[in-house]
C-alpha cells in the first residue's frame, strides 16, 4: 500500500490522462484478484471513497483522498485457441491481449489504441477495428469476475442484471478482477491510413461520407480531421497542414477494391494502407502513445449532414479558439444488431459518432459545444468511452435508452447504496 509520502506515489496514480489525475490517500498495487478484495474491504472499513485504474485513457475527474486501486501489475491474458476465448486480468492493456492472441491467428474485438486497457474499454461498450462486422466488444463477453462494493467476489453471470450493467454500463457495479471475451480468426486486416492535405483536397469529409454509404459490414473505417504541428519530428508531407486522415479496416480479400473511390479522391499525402498482421493493427489510426491532458465530448448521430459537415474547418480548423481534433466513426453493420445475450449499450441505431477532443487546454466545454451545435439535429444520445471530461448527469443520461437508463441506475443503488465507486461517469 502506497500513502502520499511514498516516493512511488506518482509514478503510481499518474495515468495516460493527466488533465485531472486522482490524489488518493492511499493506492494499492494489486497483483491478483484476493487484492482487490483486500483494497476494497480497506475502504469499506475506512468509509473512503474507491476508484480503479488500469491504464488511465478515459479519466473524467481524478478522485481527492480515497482509495486508488491501480491493477497494472494484474495484466496477465489466457487464451482458449480451441475455443476462441481469452480471460483477460483487471490491468491487461490491449497491447497485451494482441500479443497472446496473434500466435494463435485470433484477434479480440480491440480498439484504435493498444495501449488502452481491455476492461474498461469493454465496460463502456468498446468500439472496435472490426465493429461493423461483429459488433461492440461488451456483445462478446461470457463471463465476468467483479468485486462488488461490499467486499464479495461474484461471478457476474450468476445476477443477470448485473452481467447485463456491467457490458456496457460502465465502472458503475464492482471492481472487474477479470473477464472471458470471444476470439475472431483474424491474423490480417488490410487497412491503414490515407492522410489528405485538405487545402489540395477539401472535398475528402464529403466523399468518405458518401462512400460509407455504399460499403459492406467487412469495412469498418473513420475520419480524423486535425490541424498537424508544425514540429521537426512530424513528417514534412503533412507538417503544419490541415489534414483530413481516412483510417480502414477492411476484412477478406476485396480491399484494394472497396477503396477505390478514396483513392480517385487524389494523391495523398502520405498512404499507409496495405495487408497487415493484426498484431501491428495500431498502426491503423497511429494514435500518440505519450501521456497527455486533454479532453473530449461525444455524440451519436442519425446521419452525417452534409452542411454541418462543412462548418468543421471554420468552427474547429486552425483558427479556432483551441486545437481541436474531430473524430468521426461510420457505425451501422452488427453494431445495428442486438447481441445474444442483452446489454446496456443504447442507441444501436446511430449512424455515426462524432467526437471533438481538444489537448492542454483548461476549459474546452464551450469550444466543444459550438463545434457540435451545428449537428443538434440529428443527435441520438453519446458515447461515455469516446467522452473525456465532467458531464452533467442529463448528459450521462443521454449514452442510454431511457429505460435502460433507469435500470442502471437503480442496480447502482442496489449494489453500491453508498455510492462508494468513483466511476468515469457516475450513474
Not at 498495487?29 to 469499506?44: F, W
Not at 481516412?246 to 476485396?254: F, H, P, S
Amino acid at each position: 500500500m502506497l500513502t502520499t509520502t511514498s516516493t512511488e506515489y506518482d509514478e503510481a496514480r499518474l495515468g495516460f490522462q493527466r488533465r485531472d489525475p486522482h490524489r488518493p490517500q492511499v493506492i494499492f498495487q494489486v497483483t491478483s484478484a484476493a487484492e482487490i478484495e483486500e483494497a476494497v474491504r480497506y475502504a469499506i472499513d475506512h468509509d473512503l471513497k474507491l476508484a480503479v485504474q488500469a491504464a488511465g485513457h478515459g479519466l473524467t475527474a481524478g478522485i481527492d483522498g480515497g482509495v486508488l486501486i491501480a491493477t497494472s501489475g494484474f495484466n496477465g491474458v489466457t487464451v482458449d485457441a480451441e475455443r476462441k476465448t481469452a480471460w483477460i486480468e483487471a490491468g491487461a492493456t490491449w497491447r497485451e491481449v494482441i500479443a497472446a492472441t496473434a500466435p494463435h491467428g485470433l484477434a479480440p474485438l480491440s480498439g484504435s489504441s493498444p495501449a488502452v486497457g481491455a476492461i474498461s474499454y469493454t465496460l463502456g461498450g468498446g468500439l472496435g477495428l472490426m465493429a461493423r462486422r461483429y459488433g461492440y466488444a461488451a456483445d462478446h463477453v461470457r463471463r465476468i469476475e467483479v468485486v462488488t462494493p461490499d467486499g464479495v467476489r461474484r461471478n457476474a453471470e450468476d445476477d443477470p442484471d448485473l452481467f447485463w450493467a456491467l457490458r456496457g454500463g460502465g465502472g458503475n457495479f464492482g471492481v472487474v478482477t477479470g473477464l472471458e471475451v470471444e476470439l475472431f480468426d483474424v491474423p490480417t486486416l488490410y487497412g491503414g491510413s490515407l492522410y489528405f492535405d485538405l487545402a489540395e483536397h477539401p472535398s475528402v469529409p464529403e466523399a468518405w461520407r458518401e462512400w460509407t454509404a455504399t460499403v459492406p459490414e467487412e469495412v469498418t473505417s473513420a475520419i480524423a480531421i486535425l490541424p498537424i504541428p508544425d514540429l521537426p519530428q512530424v513528417p514534412e508531407q503533412v507538417r503544419g497542414k490541415y489534414v483530413a486522415q481516412v483510417q480502414l479496416a477492411i476484412l477478406g480479400d476485396r480491399g484494394a477494391e472497396l477503396i477505390e473511390p478514396l483513392r480517385a479522391i487524389g494523391t495523398p499525402a502520405i498512404d499507409t494502407v496495405g495487408e497487415l498482421p493484426y498484431a501491428e493493427s495500431d498502426s491503423i489510426f497511429a494514435e500518440p502513445d505519450h501521456p497527455d491532458s486533454y479532453s473530449s465530448r461525444n455524440v451519436l448521430l442519425s446521419s452525417l449532414d452534409p452542411d454541418a459537415l462543412a462548418t468543421l474547418p471554420k468552427l474547429a480548423g486552425p483558427g479556432a479558439a483551441g486545437m481541436c481534433i474531430i473524430g468521426i466513426r461510420h457505425l451501422g453493420g452488427a453494431l445495428e444488431r442486438d447481441p445474444e445475450l442483452p446489454n446496456a449499450i443504447g442507441h444501436r441505431d446511430a449512424a455515426y459518432s462524432l467526437t471533438v477532443l481538444t489537448p492542454r487546454q483548461a476549459d474546452a466545454t464551450p469550444l466543444h459545444r459550438r463545434v457540435l451545435e451545428p449537428w443538434r439535429a440529428d443527435v441520438v444520445g453519446r458515447s461515455l468511452n469516446f467522452s473525456v471530461g465532467n458531464l452533467t448527469a442529463d448528459e450521462v443520461a443521454e449514452a442510454y435508452d431511457p429505460g435502460d437508463h433507469k435500470r442502471l441506475t437503480d442496480l447502482r443503488r442496489r449494489y453500491d447504496p453508498s455510492r462508494r465507486l468513483w466511476a468515469n461517469h457516475q450513474l
